[in-house]
């Protein structure tokens, strides 16, 4: 049995595998109450040891090369004094290995699909030195093909404007670009584009943020218009890199892990050009604690789903959540395991009508988040299609396509007529799947509202005592 640890980042995490099954996978902020927490600590290794006791660590990078680029180049880092081997007495005296930052988002990604011969594409800010990977994977094995290298970056170049843009980078790039759907990329292209003209040469060097902007930002146009640019900037790049992977390894079964791949209006443009891709869920750094341990092990486990971590048990509350958005339009949710990975997916979710084009408004106020926002739909998988433009199931949000029917479902849908669709069926998540059909049974729509259960800055619910606290400071929204 295996625990997976990433910490001293910033989204410290931490897996637990036993053979060829996820016992846990969690997130540190989820505990602490500390957004994006860079440390591991006790509360979340005490919940994922209670599923069974590890004999071996897995980290998931290398400590010494970490250390060697940041004495050489600086950037951020966890100060690893903190590290959870000097905090938590129940792991000092567990073994420890080490792995390579992007082996493990590349194992991450593999070992959790059902592949069994994958391009495995690795792409974000950077790991040791390597900022984009590209393997070769087949049976158990990866084999790497090509390494892109700081001081490129697709990730610090999304990032820098993350920053330009006022926003936090390494946290609300997702942000960007839910504000690239109201931008013209007309202005700004040209300048951006030859900042980062091929996928391996970028002119500057975005580890410092843009240096040197040449024009005056005014206006939040003028940032939805850089944003926009960024954003087309980044997925035409993209877009040569995977061509470029899919000839290096001739094999169309992609993998695509790294925090990159959470740009879902990027994700988009892959579909038509692979015969299938797999994007695990948490495809981030936390995520990669999950691979350190899959590496380990080298070998397939069997993936059932993202709800691996903390779990509030009960059943899930079907008739609840209707009567609250019959009346009310808008419901909170926590129950079962909590979602690996960013994106809430039915378990610690906020589910609202998607017909009523004030509900945006509405679920915006409590989570306190601003105006420009989309809000994602969750459907049945078998309705998707005649809802969507959307021909295989997406569980996990990863996808931002067409809305077919706009006008019935207005506060689900993008300003550029999109939606990043999460579908779903029986086996996937039953009780979310039964509300669905409940609420279609009742109105004719197959779809709801589905956004995550947090306030804006915070992480989202986890446990009961996260479920009393939303209680005394949301009492208009019912948690159930
Ligand atoms: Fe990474």
Not at 128 to 149: D, N, P, Q, V
Not at 222 to 238: G, H, T
Not at 334 to 340: M, T
Request: glycine share 6%.
């Amino acid at each position: 049995m295996i625990l997976g640890i990433n910490d001293c980042s910033h989204d410290a995490a931490v897996s637990l595998v036993d053979n060829d099954k996820i016992l846990f996978a969690g997130h540190s902020e989820r505990y602490s109450r500390i957004k994006n927490d860079w440390y591991i600590n006790d509360d979340i290794i005490n919940d994922a040891t209670s599923y069974g006791s590890p004999v071996n660590i897995a980290y998931y990078e290398n400590r010494i090369s970490k250390r060697f680029r940041k004495f050489i180049h600086g950037g951020l880092n966890g100060d690893y004094k903190k590290l959870y081997k000097k905090n938590i007495k129940s792991l000092k005296k567990i073994k420890e290995y080490q792995s390579d930052h992007h082996l493990s988002h590349a194992c991450a990604g593999y070992y959790t699909s059902k592949f069994r011969e994958a391009t495995v594409v690795v792409v974000d800010a950077i790991g040791e030195f390597e900022t984009a990977t590209i393997w070769h994977a087949t049976g158990s094995s990866l084999h790497k093909k090509y390494s892109l290298i700081y001081p490129v970056s697709f990730g610090l170049f999304y990032s820098a404007y993350t920053e330009l843009l006022g926003l936090i980078p390494g946290t609300e790039e997702y942000i960007l670009m839910g504000m690239a759907g109201f931008g013209n990329p007309k202005k700004y292209f040209s300048y951006i584009n030859d900042s980062f003209p091929s996928f391996d040469h970028q002119v500057q060097n975005f580890h410092t943020g843009v240096n040197n902007f040449p024009f005056i930002i005014k206006s939040e146009q003028d940032k939805f218009d850089i944003a926009a640019a960024v954003q087309k900037v980044f997925e035409n790049r993209l877009m040569e890199f995977m061509s470029f992977a899919r000839n290096l390894t001739g094999c169309k079964n992609l993998v695509y892990m790294g925090g990159c791949a959470l740009n879902c209006s990027a994700n988009t443009r892959l579909i038509k050009h692979w015969d299938d891709i797999w994007i695990m869920p948490s495809p981030g750094d936390a995520g990669s604690s999950l691979g350190a341990a899959l590496l380990y092990n080298q070998k397939h486990v069997l993936w059932d789903g993202p709800y691996l971590g903390h779990n509030i048990p009960g059943e899930y509350p079907v008739e609840k959540i209707i009567s609250e958005i019959t009346n009310k339009s808008i419901v909170a949710v926590a129950s079962g395991r909590a979602e690996f990975g960013p994106r809430a997916l039915g378990n610690r979710s906020i589910l609202a009508d998607p017909r009523d084009p004030n509900i945006k408004n509405i679920v915006n106020t409590v989570k306190n988040r601003e105006k420009f926002r989309p809000f994602a739909p969750v459907v049945t998988e078998e309705s998707a299609s005649e809802w969507f433009e959307i021909d295989k199931p997406s569980p996990y949000m990863q996808y931002a396509v067409k809305c077919k029917r706009p006008e019935q479902i207005p506060s689900v849908v993008h300003v550029d007529g999109t939606s990043r669709v999460q579908t779903v069926n029986e086996n996937q998540n039953p009780g979310l799947y039964h509300t669905i059909k409940e609420w279609e049974y009742r109105t004719g729509i197959p779809v709801l509202l589905n956004t995550s259960l947090n306030i804006k800055n915070e992480p989202l619910l986890n446990s009961q005592i996260d479920i009393i606290r939303w209680k005394k400071r949301n009492p208009h929204v019912k948690i159930v």
